[in-house]
């Protein structure tokens, strides 16, 4: 299984500051995946972040919001822009184990976002 | 959009007891796969099944999956007060095209194991 780290754990920001939250896989992923949880919610898919191009965004979500680094097979940053008291909500990087369509997908500890 | 349904919403049972969670979804799978979360925490992996599956057992669990009514099943057996979370399922397409990779989750059960 794939071990994956997240930085910071939780926050508490200012309305129209920035955070960027790192995401460390413990090895190298083709594919990883941003995913947000609002208080009470379940998860819904950003953006698939990939190695090499930009990250493709899901409905609803934008890149100046959310922009988003993959800098190598490892590693992925989201940034929250412009924050406001809706962005409060569990942020969450995924990546799949290994190659196959079958494969399992693990998440991230989760970065616990609060603005006020 | 959330493709899938899951039911009960929540679920409150004495220490002991089997738990089971239900999940619909809308389309064709290639996999299915079921977490847990505590606290608003992070997720942990449970099981996955593969759309040829049709039952899965990992320990206390048990999991089962019905493609012609695009639903599944997860049982707890023997459950315990540390088993109080949310239980998620997650579907993902099938290989290829944009849907690759993603996963699609249900609403949530929020289980509740009272010693």
């Known amino acids: 299984s794939a071990v994956i780290s997240q930085k910071p754990s939780r926050d508490i920001c200012q309305r129209g500051t920035s955070l960027t939250i790192q995401c460390q896989v413990d090895?190298?992923?083709?594919?990883m995946f941003w995913y947000r949880q609002q208080p009470g919610q379940s998860l819904t898919l950003i953006a698939t972040?990939?190695?090499?191009?930009?990250?493709?965004?899901e409905s609803g979500f934008v890149i100046d919001k959310f922009p988003i680094s993959r800098p190598n097979l490892t590693f992925s940053t989201l940034t929250v822009s412009n924050m406001s008291p809706e962005d409060s909500s569990i942020y969450l990087c995924?990546?799949?184990?290994?190659?196959?369509?079958?494969?399992?997908?693990?998440f991230g500890p989760g970065t616990r976002l609060t603005v006020l | 959009s959330q493709q899938g349904e899951e039911d009960p919403q929540a679920l409150s049972i004495q220490e002991g007891e089997n738990a089971t969670m239900n999940c619909s979804y809308k389309?064709?799978?290639?996999?299915l796969q079921w977490y847990r979360q505590n606290s608003g925490r992070g997720l942990v992996h449970l099981i996955l099944?593969?759309?040829?599956?049709r039952e899965k057992h990992s320990g206390r669990l048990r999991v089962t999956l019905d493609t012609s009514k695009k639903s599944s099943s997860l049982l707890i057996t023997a459950s315990r007060a540390a088993d109080t979370a949310s239980y998620f399922c997650?579907?993902?397409?099938?290989?290829?095209?944009?849907?690759?990779?993603?996963?699609?989750f249900g609403q949530g059960t929020i289980l509740t194991v009272h010693p």
């Open positions: 997650a579907t993902s397409a099938n290989a290829g095209g944009t849907s690759y990779g993603k996963l699609t």
């Open positions: 090895s190298q992923v083709t594919m």
């Open positions: 972040a990939n190695q090499g191009s930009e990250a493709t965004y």
């Open positions: 995924s990546s799949r184990a290994g190659r196959s369509s079958y494969n399992e997908q693990f």
């Open positions: 389309t064709s799978i290639n996999n």
């Open positions: 099944i593969r759309s040829n599956e």
